[in-house]
């Protein structure tokens, strides 16, 4: 479903790679983990999947069932199925969550040559999703994100990925700012959404997440690079030693 | 939802985004083109008005002759030659408000074009159906879910038709031409007009009173709450011609009253003055809320032709708690100048206004609010959006002020505005005046512009450029937004879509 | 349509000459051709339109063509200045012109400090403000002035203290005019003090400050002016690259006060906060414009004005940011605050912005009201008698404003003259608010 072959990234008119070739394959319905000490390019691994502005490509390709996914702006990527659950969700003053979602989900529909959906169906379709996250109805009349606690944001942003049952989701340091109780409603809340034709990525600093959401294959990014990929153990086996070796062998 | 409805109006348009731009072919009577007194005699006369009315008219030409024009405001244009314009323009034979059946069909078209109701089973266009439920716009909204609305149709220099007369009639209400309202209702008009905007006030005003053609009148009796939203649409049409419109309004005590206008006009190269006049008068207790959507021909995206709009707008709270509360959307006209003001007189009396500015191209606006604290216990409330694209100049202008005996006179402004692209100027201009320590004013005003964050997490969620700016741009001006008649909130969101179309990218 | 002449305008410009300020010879006569075609600022220009400068100065005030015999009053004046226990070096001047004895020249290294007197022709660096009537009638009368140079990397060690007394001796205009040059790297601390005896008089000063790359100049005026001197003064600064300022400014005393300032950003990162307060009682009259000009990218302005206004005192308070189209990343807040302390006082304001640039972060407040009655009550309710209580209030309204000067030292000198102030005001306003 996703190939990235050979991947550098810098930052916009700054030397330094950020990216310094990555690979890797994540097939549908599978669950990938992206692991790694702060600075290791994580956040900008996502934000290249997702189509952010201020990075350059110097090289390697990003494809995404068989599409060139660099070539396509991000609506055009959200519309294709690409969903990035933020590690910081922004705030959009008077832009009610309830309409955004609307909004969001007639475009992508849209785009993809879809019906829209009744007004009735939808509000039917974000109140179901919204009770089994625990996303209460008043926060859906709230501004996106604004006012939001951290574990309130988190949670509006896998509120808006079941409703716009994406086929590939990125998740960005989901579990950072949340509290246990938070994390296992999050976590259900993405394990609902696992299913043989969707791929995950979730890209984390700890391991703890990954006790809820059980990976099929764990990587290990350092100084942007893959350095080690392994099974689920793998996961337990960097808390136990930290990063430290792998910074070494990344540099 | 509004925001899909935005978002897919602009995507309909491709060239020509002002969609009233049509002209309707119909001969007309002009008066003599320039202003001179055989020219206000001429409107006078065709008006049949009493002699008093001449006499005032006269007397605003006399003052008017001796003012200079204002430059205070931060526009900038050539200047008016102020007789090469007509001054009175008619559909032939249509010198007067008739009943339906009689008004010439090609208006009737004009006006079903524009998405105007004219007949009485028909409801605004572009609005929920009749009886319709509500579905996301969770808050509030219209006074009046009939979703009924009488309308003034003034075209050029002459309202048309005005309907829902004879159900208002039931009620007490009096809602006309203006010019019929110095025939049939003397008694108000010379006790009112002239008494919150006198004729030598400003410029505009001043010409305004010597040779204003139309407008509305409503009178609205103690204690009745006026069974349905009345509005006017006013339409330039004719070529080379002001449009010189005055409206009155009077609540009397314990009365309310909700209206709400709306303004186009072809697309021409030349700019066309468009110098309005609207007296508000709330008595003990009364309730007005006026609400403006002015969407006057902008010019072309070089700035060629489109309106310039110079209006004198005032609320006179009269009465001890009595309320007047302003909303307007302004997004059309080349120039906009216009103040919509409160004059808080009465004890306890309360003024509004609510404000969402957007200009776009070369579009010039210097807009805002006076709201003059006089009486006790007075207060205000000012909400402000302004929105900048393209080459454009946004300003807010407004004054805030106690006098000595407005003792616990209270205001609170919020200003904000929002730049779209750094070729365009927003400009914050408020005056604060407290003559009394018991006076309490509040003022804040921020500019920013849309976020790269914002934007782009739209743009994550699915949503192209231009659909997220509309978004943003509906969600900065939200506040405004639900201070307009459910019937014009919709019809607002798209126009803010249209309006700042070609302003990214 | 020429406006008739006042009699005040009319003794200015049958003064021309009296400028005695040799470096300013240059600029004179076109700033004396431009004041004679403007005339004094009145109620019709918009930036004036609280203070009306014809009507202020009823009568003439002609400036003195020579220097004035030595005064006997002028160290009793200069002992006044609240900073006398502050190491400081000192230069006293007197009804417009330097008094070398009562002076004490600084002593650090890299730092020039000379009478402008005394600088001939182009040495020094002159930028009128070729807009502001104000600053040509400055030009065009400047009789004396400091000039302050700070080399490279310098800096004052301990701050220069210019005190400008009036004497009250002459019904007259002393105009000085002193220019402060903070190089690359270098750093300053000048109080500016202004100590008035009673007599009427116009005194006008300009301080011109231009500021290197990296350079910092803290900036302390205190006005305390005679009960009848018409105060007015000119700000104009101009900040290099990356370059600090830190202006504030205390109005206590005049009759009428103008205070202007224009703060032009030339270099990019820079930072200005400018911050005063009022307190005034009486007639008094105070005006503030404030200029901020963002003509480059990323600078930061910060402005916060605290207004106290007493009896029938009356504040303005006209600030105004400008962002121009290059000046992207611009972060520029002001705030006015009024506490009005009887029904009479009075407060206006006209924060303004005009912004041409997106990527930026601009606002303004304003407030203006009176004490807060529940805090007075929760004050009173603790055991705190009402004047104390009130007191207490309005000094720390004031107090935030003076938290923008980091030397505490100085600091501390504005607190005590706050309590100073209310000692002598909440008398009235303690008075007052049991009628």
Same mark, same amino acid.
């Given at each position: 479903m996703l190939k990235i072959e050979n991947l550098h990234v810098r930052v916009e008119d700054e030397e330094r790679e950020i990216l310094r070739g990555i690979d890797l394959e994540v097939g549908a319905g599978e669950v990938h983990a992206i692991m790694g000490p702060n600075g290791s390019g994580k956040s900008t691994l996502s934000y290249i999947l997702a189509g952010r502005d201020g990075y350059e490509i110097t090289d390697g390709s990003v494809t995404y069932n068989g599409e060139d996914l660099l070539d396509m702006e991000p609506d055009e990527r959200a519309a294709s199925g690409v969903f990035l659950a933020f590690q910081y969700p922004i705030e959009i003053p008077g832009v009610a969550t309830m309409q955004f979602l609307k909004v969001a989900l007639s475009s992508q529909r849209k785009a993809r040559g879809e019906g829209e959906l009744s007004t009735p169906d939808f509000m039917r379709l974000v109140r179901g999703k919204a009770e089994q996250l625990k996303v209460n109805q008043d926060m859906l009349k709230r501004p996106v994100n604004v006012g939001f606690s951290g574990g309130e944001k988190k949670r509006a942003e896998i509120l808006q990925m079941a409703v716009l049952e994406p086929s590939l989701c990125v998740l960005d340091?989901?579990?950072?700012?949340?509290?246990i109780d938070a994390l296992r409603i999050v976590a259900d809340g993405v394990n609902a959404l696992r299913s043989p034709d969707r791929a995950m990525v979730v890209i984390t600093h700890y391991q703890r997440l990954l006790e809820y959401i059980v990976p099929d294959h764990v990587h290990v990014l350092s100084r942007g690079r893959i350095v080690r990929s392994g099974g689920k153990e793998l996961a337990l086996e960097l808390e136990k030693d930290g990063y430290a070796a792998y910074e070494e062998q990344a540099a | 939802m509004a925001d899909v409805e935005t978002i897919e109006r602009v995507r309909e348009i491709? &060239?020509?985004?002002?969609?009233? *731009?049509f002209e309707t072919e119909i001969e007309s009577d002009f008066a003599p083109k320039g202003l001179s007194e055989e020219v206000i005699r001429f409107i006078s006369g065709k008006k049949e008005e009493p002699e008093w009315m001449l006499t005032m008219r006269l007397d605003a030409y006399r003052r008017w002759l001796d003012m200079e024009e204002p430059t205070w405001a931060k526009v900038d244009y050539p200047k008016i030659d102020f007789n090469d314009i007509y001054y009175y323009a008619a559909p032939k034979g249509q010198d007067g408000p008739k009943s339906l059946d009689e008004v010439d069909p090609e208006l009737l078209k004009t006006y079903e074009k524009l998405g105007?109701?004219?007949?009485?089973q028909e409801i605004l266009a572009g609005v929920r159906k009749q009886g319709e439920p509500s579905t996301l716009d969770e808050e509030g909204g219209g006074e009046y879910a009939s979703g009924k609305v009488a309308v003034d149709a003034v075209f050029d220099s002459v309202s048309v038709v005005t309907t829902f007369k004879e159900e208002l009639a039931k009620a007490g209400v009096i809602f006309c031409s203006i010019s019929e309202a110095i025939r049939e209702h003397p008694e108000l008009v010379q006790k009112?007009?002239?008494? &919150? &905007?006198?004729? *030598?006030?400003n410029y505009y005003a001043a010409l305004n009173s010597a040779v204003f053609s139309d407008g509305s009148f409503v009178y609205v009796p103690e204690g009745v709450r006026c069974p349905m939203e009345l509005s006017t649409y006013f339409r330039i049409n004719a070529e080379n011609t002001g449009q010189f419109e005055r409206t009155l309004i009077i609540a009397d005590k314990g009365s309310y009253v909700s209206y709400l206008e709306g303004c186009t006009a072809p697309m021409r190269d030349e700019n066309q003055l468009h110098a309005a006049v609207v007296e508000l008068i709330a008595l003990d207790d009364a309730e007005i809320k006026y609400s403006t959507v002015q969407n006057w021909y902008p010019g072309d995206a070089d700035g060629k032709g489109g309106i310039y709009n110079f209006v004198t707008k005032r609320a006179d709270c009269r009465g001890a708690n009595s309320k007047v509360s302003w909303t307007q959307v302004e997004t059309g006209s080349a120039i906009t100048w216009k103040y919509p003001s409160c004059i808080l007189r009465g004890d306890n009396s309360r003024g509004e206004f609510y404000s969402i500015a957007i200009s776009n191209g070369r579009q010039q606006v210097d807009s805002g609010t006076k709201m003059i604290h006089l009486g006790q216990n007075t207060s205000s409330r000012i909400i402000s959006k302004g929105i900048a694209a393209g080459y454009s100049d946004n300003t807010y202008r407004g004054l805030v002020s106690a006098h000595r005996k407005a003792t616990h006179a209270r205001n609170f402004t919020q200003c904000d505005s929002l730049l779209i692209g750094d070729k365009c100027g927003a400009h914050t201009v408020p005056y604060i005046e407290a003559k009394t320590s018991t006076a309490h004013f509040e003022h804040e005003a921020t500019t920013s512009k849309i976020s790269d964050d914002q934007m782009f997490y739209c743009q994550a969620r699915g949503l192209n450029e231009e659909e997220a700016v509309a978004l943003i741009v509906n969600g900065f001006v939200r506040d405004v937004i639900q201070q307009l008649p459910m019937e014009f909130m919709a019809e607002t969101q798209r126009l803010i879509g249209i309006s700042l179309e070609g302003s990214v990218g | 349509m020429a406006i008739e002449k006042t009699t005040a305008e009319t003794a200015y410009l049958e003064a021309f000459g009296a400028g005695r300020a040799g470096a300013l010879a240059p600029h004179r006569r076109t700033a004396f051709e431009r004041f004679a075609e403007s005339g004094l600022p009145h109620r019709r220009l918009e930036d004036w339109k609280w203070t009306d400068l014809r009507r202020v100065l009823a009568k003439p005030y002609p400036p003195l063509v020579e220097r004035p015999a030595p005064s006997a009053e002028v160290a009793g004046l200069v002992a006044r200045?609240?900073?006398?226990e502050i190491a400081r070096a000192r230069l006293v001047f007197a009804d417009g012109w330097y008094v070398e004895d009562a002076s004490s020249m600084p002593v650090s290294s890299g730092v020039d400090v000379t009478a402008m007197t005394a600088v001939q022709g182009a040495a020094v660096e002159v930028s009128p403000r070729e807009d502001d009537p104000l600053d040509q009638l400055n030009i065009a009368y400047a009789s004396d002035g400091a000039v302050i140079r700070v080399q490279e990397g310098a800096n004052t060690d301990i701050p220069i203290e210019l005190i400008f007394v009036t004497t009250g001796a002459h019904e007259a205009t002393h105009t000085l005019r002193n220019v402060i040059e903070v190089a690359d790297g270098a750093s300053a601390t000048i109080i500016e003090t202004h100590i008035g005896a009673e007599g009427a008089c116009v005194a006008n000063t300009v301080m011109e400050i231009r500021l290197g790359r990296d350079a910092r100049l803290d900036r302390i005026k205190l006005q305390h002016d005679g009960p009848s001197t018409v105060h007015l003064s000119n700000l104009l600064v101009t900040l290099g690259e990356q370059a600090v300022l830190n202006d504030f400014t205390l109005t206590a005393g005049g009759e009428v006060t103008r205070n202007q300032g224009f703060i032009t950003f030339a270099g990019e990162h820079a930072r200005a906060n400018v911050s005063g307060a009022y307190l005034l009682d009486g007639k008094q009259h105070a005006d503030t414009r404030l200029v901020v000009d963002h003509a480059v990218p990323n600078c930061v302005s910060r402005e916060l004005f605290k207004c106290v206004m007493d009896d029938e005192a009356r504040g303005i308070f006209q600030g105004k940011v400008i962002v121009r189209q290059d000046a992207q990343k611009t972060d520029g807040k002001q705030s006015s605050h009024a506490l009005l302390l009887t029904e009479n006082a009075e407060f206006d304001a006209k924060p303004e912005l005009e912004i041409y640039a997106d990527d930026v972060v601009c606002g303004h407040g304003a407030t203006s009201g009176e004490l807060d009655e529940n805090l007075v009550f929760y004050l009173r309710s603790r055991g705190i008698p009402e004047a104390r209580a009130k007191a207490m209030l309005i000094a720390a309204f004031a107090a935030e404003a003076f938290d923008?000067?980091?030397n505490e030292a100085i600091r501390n000198v504005f607190n005590a003259l706050a309590h100073d102030w209310l000692d002598e005001s909440t008398g009235h306003s303690a008075h007052g608010a049991s009628e």
């Amino acid at each position: 479903m996703l190939k990235i072959e050979n991947l550098h990234v810098r930052v916009e008119d700054e030397e330094r790679e950020i990216l310094r070739g990555i690979d890797l394959e994540v097939g549908a319905g599978e669950v990938h983990a992206i692991m790694g000490p702060n600075g290791s390019g994580k956040s900008t691994l996502s934000y290249i999947l997702a189509g952010r502005d201020g990075y350059e490509i110097t090289d390697g390709s990003v494809t995404y069932n068989g599409e060139d996914l660099l070539d396509m702006e991000p609506d055009e990527r959200a519309a294709s199925g690409v969903f990035l659950a933020f590690q910081y969700p922004i705030e959009i003053p008077g832009v009610a969550t309830m309409q955004f979602l609307k909004v969001a989900l007639s475009s992508q529909r849209k785009a993809r040559g879809e019906g829209e959906l009744s007004t009735p169906d939808f509000m039917r379709l974000v109140r179901g999703k919204a009770e089994q996250l625990k996303v209460n109805q008043d926060m859906l009349k709230r501004p996106v994100n604004v006012g939001f606690s951290g574990g309130e944001k988190k949670r509006a942003e896998i509120l808006q990925m079941a409703v716009l049952e994406p086929s590939l989701c990125v998740l960005d340091e989901t579990d950072s700012g949340l509290d246990i109780d938070a994390l296992r409603i999050v976590a259900d809340g993405v394990n609902a959404l696992r299913s043989p034709d969707r791929a995950m990525v979730v890209i984390t600093h700890y391991q703890r997440l990954l006790e809820y959401i059980v990976p099929d294959h764990v990587h290990v990014l350092s100084r942007g690079r893959i350095v080690r990929s392994g099974g689920k153990e793998l996961a337990l086996e960097l808390e136990k030693d930290g990063y430290a070796a792998y910074e070494e062998q990344a540099a | 939802m509004a925001d899909v409805e935005t978002i897919e109006r602009v995507r309909e348009i491709d &060239v020509d985004k002002y969609k009233y *731009g049509f002209e309707t072919e119909i001969e007309s009577d002009f008066a003599p083109k320039g202003l001179s007194e055989e020219v206000i005699r001429f409107i006078s006369g065709k008006k049949e008005e009493p002699e008093w009315m001449l006499t005032m008219r006269l007397d605003a030409y006399r003052r008017w002759l001796d003012m200079e024009e204002p430059t205070w405001a931060k526009v900038d244009y050539p200047k008016i030659d102020f007789n090469d314009i007509y001054y009175y323009a008619a559909p032939k034979g249509q010198d007067g408000p008739k009943s339906l059946d009689e008004v010439d069909p090609e208006l009737l078209k004009t006006y079903e074009k524009l998405g105007i109701p004219l007949k009485e089973q028909e409801i605004l266009a572009g609005v929920r159906k009749q009886g319709e439920p509500s579905t996301l716009d969770e808050e509030g909204g219209g006074e009046y879910a009939s979703g009924k609305v009488a309308v003034d149709a003034v075209f050029d220099s002459v309202s048309v038709v005005t309907t829902f007369k004879e159900e208002l009639a039931k009620a007490g209400v009096i809602f006309c031409s203006i010019s019929e309202a110095i025939r049939e209702h003397p008694e108000l008009v010379q006790k009112y007009l002239f008494s &919150v &905007v006198p004729q *030598g006030d400003n410029y505009y005003a001043a010409l305004n009173s010597a040779v204003f053609s139309d407008g509305s009148f409503v009178y609205v009796p103690e204690g009745v709450r006026c069974p349905m939203e009345l509005s006017t649409y006013f339409r330039i049409n004719a070529e080379n011609t002001g449009q010189f419109e005055r409206t009155l309004i009077i609540a009397d005590k314990g009365s309310y009253v909700s209206y709400l206008e709306g303004c186009t006009a072809p697309m021409r190269d030349e700019n066309q003055l468009h110098a309005a006049v609207v007296e508000l008068i709330a008595l003990d207790d009364a309730e007005i809320k006026y609400s403006t959507v002015q969407n006057w021909y902008p010019g072309d995206a070089d700035g060629k032709g489109g309106i310039y709009n110079f209006v004198t707008k005032r609320a006179d709270c009269r009465g001890a708690n009595s309320k007047v509360s302003w909303t307007q959307v302004e997004t059309g006209s080349a120039i906009t100048w216009k103040y919509p003001s409160c004059i808080l007189r009465g004890d306890n009396s309360r003024g509004e206004f609510y404000s969402i500015a957007i200009s776009n191209g070369r579009q010039q606006v210097d807009s805002g609010t006076k709201m003059i604290h006089l009486g006790q216990n007075t207060s205000s409330r000012i909400i402000s959006k302004g929105i900048a694209a393209g080459y454009s100049d946004n300003t807010y202008r407004g004054l805030v002020s106690a006098h000595r005996k407005a003792t616990h006179a209270r205001n609170f402004t919020q200003c904000d505005s929002l730049l779209i692209g750094d070729k365009c100027g927003a400009h914050t201009v408020p005056y604060i005046e407290a003559k009394t320590s018991t006076a309490h004013f509040e003022h804040e005003a921020t500019t920013s512009k849309i976020s790269d964050d914002q934007m782009f997490y739209c743009q994550a969620r699915g949503l192209n450029e231009e659909e997220a700016v509309a978004l943003i741009v509906n969600g900065f001006v939200r506040d405004v937004i639900q201070q307009l008649p459910m019937e014009f909130m919709a019809e607002t969101q798209r126009l803010i879509g249209i309006s700042l179309e070609g302003s990214v990218g | 349509m020429a406006i008739e002449k006042t009699t005040a305008e009319t003794a200015y410009l049958e003064a021309f000459g009296a400028g005695r300020a040799g470096a300013l010879a240059p600029h004179r006569r076109t700033a004396f051709e431009r004041f004679a075609e403007s005339g004094l600022p009145h109620r019709r220009l918009e930036d004036w339109k609280w203070t009306d400068l014809r009507r202020v100065l009823a009568k003439p005030y002609p400036p003195l063509v020579e220097r004035p015999a030595p005064s006997a009053e002028v160290a009793g004046l200069v002992a006044r200045s609240p900073f006398g226990e502050i190491a400081r070096a000192r230069l006293v001047f007197a009804d417009g012109w330097y008094v070398e004895d009562a002076s004490s020249m600084p002593v650090s290294s890299g730092v020039d400090v000379t009478a402008m007197t005394a600088v001939q022709g182009a040495a020094v660096e002159v930028s009128p403000r070729e807009d502001d009537p104000l600053d040509q009638l400055n030009i065009a009368y400047a009789s004396d002035g400091a000039v302050i140079r700070v080399q490279e990397g310098a800096n004052t060690d301990i701050p220069i203290e210019l005190i400008f007394v009036t004497t009250g001796a002459h019904e007259a205009t002393h105009t000085l005019r002193n220019v402060i040059e903070v190089a690359d790297g270098a750093s300053a601390t000048i109080i500016e003090t202004h100590i008035g005896a009673e007599g009427a008089c116009v005194a006008n000063t300009v301080m011109e400050i231009r500021l290197g790359r990296d350079a910092r100049l803290d900036r302390i005026k205190l006005q305390h002016d005679g009960p009848s001197t018409v105060h007015l003064s000119n700000l104009l600064v101009t900040l290099g690259e990356q370059a600090v300022l830190n202006d504030f400014t205390l109005t206590a005393g005049g009759e009428v006060t103008r205070n202007q300032g224009f703060i032009t950003f030339a270099g990019e990162h820079a930072r200005a906060n400018v911050s005063g307060a009022y307190l005034l009682d009486g007639k008094q009259h105070a005006d503030t414009r404030l200029v901020v000009d963002h003509a480059v990218p990323n600078c930061v302005s910060r402005e916060l004005f605290k207004c106290v206004m007493d009896d029938e005192a009356r504040g303005i308070f006209q600030g105004k940011v400008i962002v121009r189209q290059d000046a992207q990343k611009t972060d520029g807040k002001q705030s006015s605050h009024a506490l009005l302390l009887t029904e009479n006082a009075e407060f206006d304001a006209k924060p303004e912005l005009e912004i041409y640039a997106d990527d930026v972060v601009c606002g303004h407040g304003a407030t203006s009201g009176e004490l807060d009655e529940n805090l007075v009550f929760y004050l009173r309710s603790r055991g705190i008698p009402e004047a104390r209580a009130k007191a207490m209030l309005i000094a720390a309204f004031a107090a935030e404003a003076f938290d923008s000067i980091e030397n505490e030292a100085i600091r501390n000198v504005f607190n005590a003259l706050a309590h100073d102030w209310l000692d002598e005001s909440t008398g009235h306003s303690a008075h007052g608010a049991s009628e």
